[in-house]
């Protein structure tokens, strides 16, 4: 087992509600210049005949907005962990270019990993799925989605339609969450560096991993309570009743309002975090009946150059 981090974090990384409360430095505006340089790219991917997901960062240059992306990933890693771009003008482009500009972006800021068994490197986020099969995943419904983290670096969430009522997306700092587990409940802290069976999706069994790792100086964070259970559930190794303890004490720090930070993303908004950092949410909504006017995000999950490296008992996971 790696060391276990007993003294309080700091820095831009912790953080609550009151931190952003008269600061929206964490949005940034898409610039006139930004989008034709954009539209510039998008041009020269079509005078090429190449698509989505066919081209490499080479086939989608962004000269100045590359400088700027640079400093969002440096921001995302060693910052406070997440951003906004806003601006895009959705209502400009067909969904093939929506696409490529999406995944252009993602190349010009790191790797897109596969989300899926069949390999997509963008997903979609709907209310598509069958709430009474449990095999449905809960992105597909309209349902709450719990504070969990994704299996990649860092993920981005682009709004291309809204809800007709709710959808709130919410963002919690991981190392103030920490900094309260280790101010109210010490005894438990140990137990999150344990290995604990985690369904990672596209393994045959369960592997192990602890929940926090502190290597060369950096927190390591993976959670999503339902494959922990159903991980264990399928190793036929249940939670014991202090691991549950430990689980329901975490969940009830993640939950409180104070921490959190919410946001309602509109059309071409596009949300990145850092899912060592930040934790995201958000809440149930109400949607049309029509499905072409449902909520709809589109999902990147990005494998980031300036990651922080991971140690042995937390296994690296960025996608399929």
């Known amino acids: 087992m790696n060391k276990i981090l007993r003294s309080k974090l700091s ?13 929206n430095n964490w949005i940034y505006s898409l610039s006139s210049e930004d989008l034709a340089e954009i539209d510039i790219a998008l041009k020269v991917l079509r005078s090429n005949n190449l698509i989505f997901p066919n081209f490499s960062k080479t086939d989608f240059q962004l000269p100045n907005l590359h400088k700027k992306l640079k400093v969002f990933s440096n921001e995302l890693e060693h910052g406070r962990g997440f951003i906004v771009l806003s601006g895009f003008p959705i209502n400009s482009y067909n969904e093939d270019d929506i696409n490529a500009f999406y995944y252009g972006l993602g190349l010009n800021m790191g790797q897109p990993v596969p989300q899926n068994f069949n390999g997509d490197l963008i997903g979609t986020v709907m209310n598509i799925g069958d709430k009474e099969n449990k095999n449905t995943r809960v992105y597909e419904t309209n349902l709450y989605l719990p ?29 103030s969450v920490y900094n309260i587990l280790l101010q109210e409940f010490p005894e438990y802290v140990g137990l999150f560096y344990k ?14 991993t602890s929940l926090f790792a502190w290597h060369e100086g950096k927190l390591n964070f993976r959670y999503l309570r339902q494959y922990i259970e159903l991980g264990h559930d399928l190793r036929k190794s249940p939670l014991s009743p202090v691991e549950i303890e430990a689980l329901d004490i975490l969940d009830s720090i993640i939950a409180r309002p104070e921490l959190r930070v919410d946001m309602m993303l509109k059309p071409g908004d596009i949300q990145f975090a850092n899912n060592h950092l930040v934790l995201h949410s958000r809440n149930g909504f109400e949607d049309s009946i029509k499905e072409e006017e449902r909520r709809k995000l589109l999902r990147l999950w990005l494998k980031m150059d300036n990651a922080r490296k991971q140690p042995p008992e937390f296994p690296g996971r960025n996608g399929f």
Request: a negative charge; proline letters at 7%; charged letters at 15%.
């Open 11 to 23: 820095g831009a990384s912790v953080w609550n509600a009151k931190t952003f409360k008269s600061d």
């Open 147 to 175: 504070y969990h983290t994704d299996p990649s670096d860092v993920v981005g969430l682009f709004c291309i339609r809204m809800a007709k009522t709710g959808g709130l997306s919410s963002l919690v700092s991981v190392p």
């Open 195 to 208: 290995q604990w069976y985690y369904a990672h999706l596209g393994e045959e069994l369960p592997s192990p």
